[in-house]
């Protein structure tokens, strides 16, 4: 497609040390003069037993956050973590528990922003 320039994306991570992980990417359409993307991501594993995390994505056609959350995370003698998770563009917050054996095997409950209580419990299937 001759005279189309395509667009340009720029991301950059930063690990100041072990067990962290700091990132960022924004994308740039010229055709469109306007940002199209842009994602701000962190990991930090504060100590053995505490982790932070967030994501935020914001999509430039839409002109909004699409997705937003914060997670802190405590592990519990080496076998059960719990964690709560912020969830802003929903305004839900959310309590998961597993057992660090079946990371796979995560429950949730959580409430949303008119105070109705949420269920999330993966492994049971699908309802009848």
Known sequence: MAGRVSPITVGAQFLPR?????????SYDPSFG????????????LSPLW???YYGYYDG???SA??????????WQDCLATAFTY???TQEIWL?????????????????????ILFDQPWLGPQP
Request: charge should be positive.
């Open 66 to 75: 699409v997705t937003d959350h914060l997670t802190v995370t405590r592990v």
């Open 61 to 63: 056609f839409s002109r």
């Open 96 to 116: 998961e528990a597993w057992l660090t054996a079946l990371p796979w095997a995560h429950g949730r409950v959580g409430v949303g922003n008119q105070g109705n």
């Open 18 to 26: 072990p067990d962290w992980a700091i990132a960022a990417a924004v």
């Open 87 to 89: 969830r802003g563009i």
């Open 34 to 45: 306007s940002l199209t993307r842009a994602e701000v991501a962190f990991d930090v594993k």
């Open 51 to 53: 982790q932070v995390s």
